[in-house]
């Protein structure tokens, strides 16, 4: 098994560019949820979702969008990318039952937002 | 806001020593998570401890869990080279998403 992995590894934008994040996991998780990590300040939720179709806000959503269409993706969307939008991004998955809460964690997205 | 603050924010320590960290949050929790990150890798799960849990060891791993004090701590006992990295706490509040803290910097010197 994969895990989750994450495309692409590194990007650089323009402030007013768009792109979008791909997470994808092959472990038939549930849940899947999108983070920031900005240094000295740990994880950040940005959105997550509890099942293909569904997406919820997280602590940080604004400025980004989701979307779930398939079980074992989750999208990360930058419309109009601004230079506080610099993060290092992960994406996570976990089962979403009792007694399954840890989440396994891609291996991250540097976004560099000029 | 974030729910759980890490605390020594870095710690330093020669190779078989151990290493304490702790970590404190604010509400209520379903269970409390530690994981680690090595430089620019993506985070890995390393123990849970349920809230009606005091104490938990994995390997060289202990976890205690105090939630009448709102706090945690990790050890590591006979640290090794291997475990240079941040560590980070997350609580969860039964809601499967968690709320992670700034993180400890751990460095083992040879």
């Known amino acids: 098994n994969a895990g989750v992995t994450q495309t692409p590894k590194f990007r650089v934008l323009k402030t007013g560019q768009s792109m979008t994040l791909l997470c994808a996991q092959d472990?038939?998780?549930?849940?899947m949820y999108w983070y920031r990590q900005d240094p000295g300040m740990g994880l950040r939720l940005i959105h997550y979702?509890?099942?293909?179709?569904?997406?919820a806000k997280g602590e940080v959503p604004d400025g980004y969008n989701v979307s779930r269409l398939k079980k074992q993706n989750f999208l990360l969307g930058l419309e109009s990318a601004a230079p506080s939008q610099t993060s290092v991004y992960f994406c996570?998955?976990?089962?979403?039952?009792?007694?399954?809460?840890?989440?396994?964690f891609g291996p991250g997205t540097r976004l560099l937002v000029l | 806001s974030q729910q759980g603050e890490e605390d020594p924010q870095a710690l330093s320590i020669q190779e078989g020593e151990n290493a304490t960290m702790n970590c404190s949050y604010k509400?209520?929790?379903?269970?409390l998570q530690w994981y680690r990150q090595n430089s620019g890798r993506g985070l890995v799960h390393l123990i849970l401890?349920?809230?009606?849990?005091r104490e938990k060891h994995s390997g060289r791993l202990r976890v205690t869990l105090d939630t009448s004090k709102k706090s945690s701590s990790l050890l590591i006992t006979a640290s090794r080279a291997a475990d240079t990295a941040s560590y980070f706490c997350?609580?969860?509040?039964?809601?499967?998403?968690?709320?992670f803290g700034a993180g400890t910097t751990v460095t083992v010197r040879a």
């Open positions: 996570a998955s976990n089962k979403g039952t009792d007694g399954q809460e840890t989440q396994y």
């Open positions: 472990m038939n998780h549930e849940y």
């Open positions: 979702s509890v099942g293909e179709g569904t997406t």
């Open positions: 509400t209520s929790i379903n269970n």
């Open positions: 401890i349920r809230s009606n849990e």
């Open positions: 997350a609580t969860d509040a039964n809601d499967y998403k968690l709320s």
